[in-house]
């Protein structure tokens, strides 16, 4: 008989957690639903926050630790937050009563208890508290997302997270972007009109096969020469070679210096040039001694450059066997 007052006070307590536990998540749900900021987020403060994440939770939170205050700087805050809202309205949108996931926004200007009694120093922080089932130390601790800042949708990020880490599938809706729309097509309007207008002046130049010609040669100069290299490679312009001397001239097929790739493209221009010359202008000159100085002088141009470009290239590796007078390396 005295075990039977024991056991009622026991029924007792058991019975009253067990209904605070729905009454905490749908007092949260209700404040979600209610939230004038952004609906399906909860704006919190430090008392909020103590009761949201307390134990025990039959439901998941996700908290956002920010700093929107213009004092505090916090430029990454300013842009995430906007992201944020539209994760806590497309899971309202889709959970009208919450359905166990809980969002709240707590920022640093209502709840700096908060931020010094964990120890934050910077912002935004997102974390996630889940469910406690067994009440194990390991289900106190919150999980934190960790930002990317290359991300250019973070919103899309932090649903997989949350569809990844809990049991709740989260679905972004973004509404439709008219501005961007409008841009487009405005741009392709003007641009439209723009080539209208302009075509009776830019058609000679753009039928010239002489212009054509001229930017086919630069190109083929820039890429054989091996600019493309220096930019994926990130290669020096010159560097410090023996006895306090520069040196422009990288020694291996894989390697090659900035200074050594203008070169190169330099010598290639005046080669192709010279035979540009020699297949094109010579033959239209009308004196025949005018005619044997030019091919004569162009020829010698020929010769040297081309050689000094053999020279360059035995430099680059010392076993090749060829060269080309007057310049020997």
């Known amino acids: 008989m005295r075990l039977l007052p024991v056991l009622t006070a026991f029924t007792s307590l058991l019975s009253l957690s067990v209904a605070q536990k729905p009454h905490k998540y749908q007092t949260f749900a209700e404040l979600a639903s209610s939230s004038k900021g952004s ?12 009761e949201i994440s307390s134990p025990p939770r039959n439901y998941t939170s996700v908290v956002l630790f920010t700093a929107l205050d213009s004092r505090y700087g916090c430029v990454l805050c300013r842009d995430f937050q906007p992201e944020f809202d539209l994760l806590g309205n497309s899971w309202h949108r889709e959970h009208p009563q919450s359905d166990g996931l809980l969002f709240g926004v707590l920022d640093f200007s209502v709840g700096k208890g908060t931020f010094q009694r964990l120890g934050m120093s910077t912002a935004p922080i997102l974390m996630l508290f889940p469910p406690t089932t067994t009440g194990s130390p390991s289900e106190q601790m919150p999980l934190k997302f960790e930002f990317n800042p290359s991300d250019t949708t973070p919103a899309e990020a932090v649903a997989r997270w949350l569809t990844h880490t809990t049991k709740h599938t989260v679905t972004i809706h973004r509404p439709f972007n008219y501005v961007k729309l409008f841009t487009f097509v405005g741009g392709i309007i003007g641009l439209a009109t723009g080539s209208k207008l302009a075509y009776p002046y830019l058609a000679p130049a753009l039928y010239s096969r002489n212009l054509w010609a001229a930017v086919s040669l630069v190109a083929v100069l820039l890429f054989t020469s091996g600019h493309m290299f220096n930019h994926i ?37 005046i080669l192709s040039f010279s035979s540009i010359a020699l297949c094109l202008k010579m033959p239209r000159m009308e004196s025949a001694g005018k005619q044997k100085i030019a091919v004569m002088a162009w020829n010698l141009v020929l010769l040297v450059l081309f050689s000094f470009l053999m ?15 007057p310049l020997i390396a």
């Open 233 to 269: 490679r990130k290669v020096p312009y010159v560097v410090q070679g023996r006895g306090g001397g520069v040196s422009y001239i990288a020694s291996g097929f894989s390697n090659q210096f900035g200074l050594e790739t203008q070169i190169v493209a330099v010598v290639y221009a």
């Open 39 to 50: 609906k399906g987020s909860i704006l919190l403060n430090d008392q909020l926050f103590a």
């Open 311 to 325: 020279s360059v290239f035995k430099m680059k590796n010392g076993a090749y066997p060829f060269f080309l007078p």
